[in-house]
């Protein structure tokens, strides 16, 4: 894919972010980060992308542990919002349930 | 390339296509509490979909180191995730942001060793993100490992800040990017890449160590875009849009959370940066002995806050290192029996990172729509009997409001003050992480409970329920 495309995408991408996140409420911040972390764990892609063409025990190594680290980020970021999400509970809901 | 390759490129692209229409439409469900666990689990079949993509092609190959990052990776993660204690929740975001821009780091430096074994340096609209990416990478890396040490408290949570600090960070981004420059100039050289990395790594350290506890949620936030932004530069480099979009979606939806955080507090980002809550709080300790303070005991609380019409409880770190919101919780649910009103004040920054006081209460079961946000709230406190904080401190501080001079002045906060009577539940004399001291405390209306905030409110509902 020749730069511009790919800047061209940048640029569009950077507007889609903005837009995405705009008006968020206090009470979802934590979550929201913590969903857009496990997200940029996408660069995981990047090690599995180099890993079949370098050479060499040492750019191996160094591409294994990018692998691991990209894994930690995704696997536990969206684990992690899970947990704080599965918490939110609308107001009412929990007691009314308790005392039927 | 051979027969073997039997996934067309195209199929690759659209699946992408589909990965990014996931993540987009997840995060969008992330910002309604209703859709929100939808929305996250929506991101994650997308990223599940990117990946599949990625394995499927055709240049991709080395199958089983990837199983076995994947698998080292994962075996870390799940634990890590599943144990957590809510209240370490900042510490392990910043943990998981951390090992993502390492992974950032990582690859740039293969994919520059790959170059120079393969001839030399690559053409400069791969080398400049290559470059980028090694930069903000470790910066975030080394950054991130520090915020998680203060937050955990293996370093110490007061700023610490070396004589000419800001003179020595930008000596060490000077360095950075200078090597940068002469490799882009057509140096090739692996040391002066490796120069790069270390330089950014000990920019990432000098950078957040002087950072105040007070400002971390922001730190956090501004981490998480510069991962986002070095993942899209990577992106560039090694021509994947995946990676492009997946990162550039969260460089910018960071900077906008970061820049709600410090809206917040009525700070530019560049004037937290600058060297933050730092030295400027060095009359905290005369004026603890000049004035006095009212300290009161669980069963004067009790009855105040029984016979109070409406409650507002305003809580911060202190509860959260308490792990205090459950007994908060029964509190308030014994006094809305005898008919109180009960609200919460959430501060944007209360705690260590934002929505964190919200993460705590929601675990406790408490409905996240009785927890009113600081705009909602502050209009109530004249009409409120007692305002009980429990273990918050600079987000209270009139001095915000009142005092030109303090470090804090003009950041919004909650009244309290303004509330018949005030309760501050504390562990101790100590200002707060920010090292500011706390007028509110010395005001008239102000009693303050010492003690540990889960233990003192258990004696609180203890009294309530003998009344």
């Known amino acids: 894919m020749d730069l511009l495309t790919e800047l061209t995408i940048l640029i569009l991408g950077a507007f889609v972010g903005f837009e995405v996140i705009s008006k968020i409420p206090n009470t979802l911040h934590t979550p929201l980060m913590s969903a857009t972390n496990a997200i940029h764990g996408i660069v995981l892609l990047g090690g599995i992308l180099l890993i079949g063409e370098v050479s060499g025990f040492v750019n191996k190594l160094i591409l294994v542990i990018a692998i691991a680290f990209g894994t930690i980020n995704v696997v536990g970021g969206f684990l992690v919002t899970d947990r704080m999400l599965e918490m939110f509970k609308a107001r009412g809901r929990p007691q009314e349930a308790e005392e039927k | ?467």
């Open chain 2, 1 to 467: 390339m051979t027969r073997l390759a039997a996934v067309d490129f195209d199929v690759i692209r659209s699946l992408y296509i589909v990965a990014f229409a996931l993540f987009i439409l997840g995060l969008r469900l992330v910002t309604h509490p209703r859709t929100a666990r939808r929305g996250n689990l929506i991101a994650a079949i997308g990223m599940a979909v990117a990946l599949v993509a990625t394995l499927l092609i055709d240049t991709v190959g080395d199958y089983g180191l990837i199983a076995l990052g994947i698998a080292v990776g994962t075996a870390v993660g799940i634990p890590a995730a599943r144990n957590v204690k809510m209240t370490a929740m900042p510490q392990m975001v910043a943990l998981f942001n951390g090992v993502g821009g390492g992974a950032v780091a990582l690859i740039s430096w293969a994919d520059y060793r790959h170059a120079l074994a393969g001839g030399g340096n690559p053409p400069l609209e791969t080398l400049i993100p290559i470059l980028f990416a090694a930069i903000i990478g470790s910066v975030s890396f080394w950054g991130s490992n520090i915020a998680f040490g203060k937050l955990q408290e293996v370093i110490p949570g007061r700023p610490i800040q070396l004589p000419g600090q800001r003179f020595i960070n930008i000596g060490l981004l000077a360095l950075a990017v200078g090597c940068a420059v002469a490799i882009a100039a057509g140096t090739e050289s692996q040391p002066l890449f490796i120069l790069i990395l270390v330089s950014a790594a000990v920019l990432g350290n000098m950078f957040v160590l002087p950072i105040g506890g007070a400002d971390m949620p922001v730190v956090i936030s501004l981490l998480n875009a510069f991962t986002g932004l070095s993942a899209a530069a990577a992106g560039i480099a090694l021509d994947n849009v995946a990676l492009i979009v997946g990162g550039i979606i969260v460089g910018a939806s960071g900077s906008i959370l970061t820049n709600l955080m410090a809206e917040a507090m009525n700070r530019s980002i560049g004037n937290i940066f600058a060297g933050g809550f730092g030295g400027v709080t060095i009359t905290a300790g005369d004026r603890e002995e000049a004035k006095p303070v009212r300290s009161t005991d669980p069963s004067d609380v009790a009855i105040q806050l029984a016979y109070a019409r409406k409650v507002v409880v305003a809580p911060g770190y202190g509860m959260a290192v308490a792990q205090a919101q459950h007994t908060v919780k029964e509190l308030a649910a014994e006094l809305e029996k005898r008919g109180i009103e009960v609200d919460y004040a959430i501060h944007p920054v209360a705690g260590r990172m934002p929505g964190h006081m919200n993460v705590l209460l929601a675990e406790a079961d408490v409905p996240y729509d009785s927890l009113k946000e600081m705009d909602e709230i502050n209009p109530e406190f004249p009409q409120t009997d007692v305002a009980l904080v429990i273990g918050a401190n600079d987000v209270t501080n009139p001095a915000a409001r009142e005092q030109s001079d303090s470090p804090i002045y003009g950041m919004p906060i909650l009244d309290v003050d303004k509330a018949g009577a005030v309760v501050v539940l504390k562990r101790s004399m100590n200002t707060g992480f920010a090292g500011i001291d706390n007028p509110l405390f010395y005001k008239d209306n102000t009693a303050l409970l010492f003690g540990d905030a889960k233990d003192s409110v258990q004696k609180v509902l203890k009294e309530v329920e003998e009344l």
